[in-house]
């Protein structure tokens, strides 16, 4: 059975403040891993698809990459605006492509 | 394109009572997901259609949820009858290709009392 597992749960930061958040995977083979950012009361929002271990994406201040058991997302100099729930998904090769999803990691980035 | 839309934002409804959720996917897309979301059990796949047909249902929680898909533009997700324990944010959401990433909606906040 796929399971994504994401840490930490929770993470406040300071603005300026850089740091990781993790996502870790156990898939019989990775077709792609996603990331999305939840903003309380909307649905998630696409940022990256991850393909191959060692690639690596960027969109301002985030930047994920890929290894063959975890992704991370980097977060240089947050904002406060960064404030949201950012969900990890993974799809796994083969089979019917339905991603599995992590609990997803709450960041606060206090001003 | 307006997105994912889906209706209503907010449902409160009675126990027993029959309860349908709307879902119009982005123009194109011919996968649609159903998810549920709860802070115990985070984000789950209820349905996955492709092509208006239901591939994968094994995330339907019972007999109580059913889900159709008439049209490549318009996806509802009933529960009859609904409970207490039904009560989260239900997602609508699709793609342009079943492995591609999925858009999602804004969600229909629904509470049984």
């Known amino acids: 059975e796929d399971q994504v597992t994401q840490s930490p749960e929770a993470l406040r930061l300071q603005e300026g403040e850089s740091s990781s958040l993790n996502c870790s995977y156990t898939v019989s083979g990775l077709r792609g891993l996603f990331w999305y950012r939840q903003d309380p009361g909307k649905g998630p929002e696409f940022l990256f698809t991850l393909y191959s271990a060692g690639e690596e994406k960027e969109k301002e201040r985030l930047k994920a990459t890929l290894t063959k058991k975890e992704s991370f997302l980097h977060i240089t100099a947050p904002k406060p605006e960064d404030s949201a729930t950012y969900l990890c998904a993974v799809q796994a090769s083969g089979g019917s492509y339905i991603p599995t999803f992590g609990r997803g990691t709450s960041l606060i980035v206090h001003p | 394109d307006a997105g994912v839309i889906q209706s209503p934002r907010h449902e409160v409804t009675e126990m027993g009572q029959e309860v349908t959720l709307r879902c119009k996917p982005i123009?194109?897309?011919?996968?649609l997901f159903w998810y549920r979301q709860t802070m115990m059990r985070g984000l789950e796949l209820l349905i996955y259609f492709n092509n208006n047909v239901p591939i994968d249902d094994s995330g339907m929680p019972e007999d109580r949820f059913s889900a159709k898909m008439p049209n490549a533009s318009f996806s509802t997700l009933k529960i009859q009858p609904s409970e207490p324990r039904d009560s989260a944010v239900y997602f609508c959401?699709?793609?342009?290709?079943?492995?591609?990433?999925?858009?999602f909606g804004q969600g229909t906040r629904l509470t049984v009392v």
């Open positions: 959401a699709s793609s342009s290709k079943a492995d591609t990433e999925a858009f």
């Open positions: 123009s194109g897309h011919n996968s």
